[in-house]
């Protein structure tokens, strides 16, 4: 079954689904456990979010420097 078709069922039986990305509140805690010294794996097991997500949120608040960004060619 496709994903948009599923994505329509559950719309039409009133379904509530999950935002996408992180709330404010968990975006900030991530960045307090990290400054902790928690690992980024840790973080992600204890919230229950993607590593990926975590990261993002890290590079957001600027407690993370993203390595890609920094590279020059």
Do not use: P
Request: glycine share 8%.
């Amino acid at each position: 079954m496709h994903r948009a078709t599923v994505s329509k069922h559950l719309t039409r039986s009133n379904v509530v689904r999950r935002q996408h990305g992180l709330t404010i509140e968990e975006a900030a805690e991530i960045v307090k456990l990290h400054g902790g010294g928690i690992s980024m794996r840790a973080i992600s097991r204890t919230l229950g979010v993607d590593r990926k997500q975590v990261r993002i949120s890290l590079v957001a608040a600027g407690a993370l420097v993203d390595q890609a960004s920094t590279m020059r060619i």
